[in-house]
């Protein structure tokens, strides 16, 4: 089983990165995908989901309307778009499969800084 993340970088304030999941090793069409990130000191926390289908997705309150995710399941990847980045969405982005066995990604640095 595999989760490579990539996209990360540096960017500005108000910026925006498109950060890809790139899976292999299971059947991803069965799994929920989630992103989780982690900045330094803090806990790691779910931005967003997206069902198996991709029909519906969830987002933390700090990332509504600024991020999007989705999915193409003849890809076997999962994408998180964010705009309107902010010095706060500073952290290691982390790709996430659960049903509900749950694996994880490596994770990806995003800095937004100027």
């Known amino acids: 089983v595999q989760l490579v993340e990539s996209g990360g970088g540096l960017v500005q304030p108000g910026g925006s990165l498109r950060l890809s999941c790139a899976a292999s090793g299971f059947t991803f069409n069965n799994y929920a995908m989630s992103w989780y990130r982690q900045a330094p000191g803090k806990e790691r926390e779910l931005v967003a989901s997206?069902?198996?289908?991709?029909?519906?997705?969830t987002y933390a309150d700090s990332v509504k309307g600024r991020f999007t995710i989705s999915r193409d399941n003849a890809k076997n990847t999962v994408y998180l778009q964010m705009n309107s980045l902010k010095r706060e969405d500073t952290a290691v982005y982390y790709c996430?499969?659960?049903?509900?066995?749950?694996?994880w990604g490596q994770g990806t640095q995003v800095t937004v800084s100027s």
């Open positions: 997206i069902t198996p289908a991709g029909g519906s997705t």
């Open positions: 996430n499969a659960r049903n509900p066995t749950r694996y």
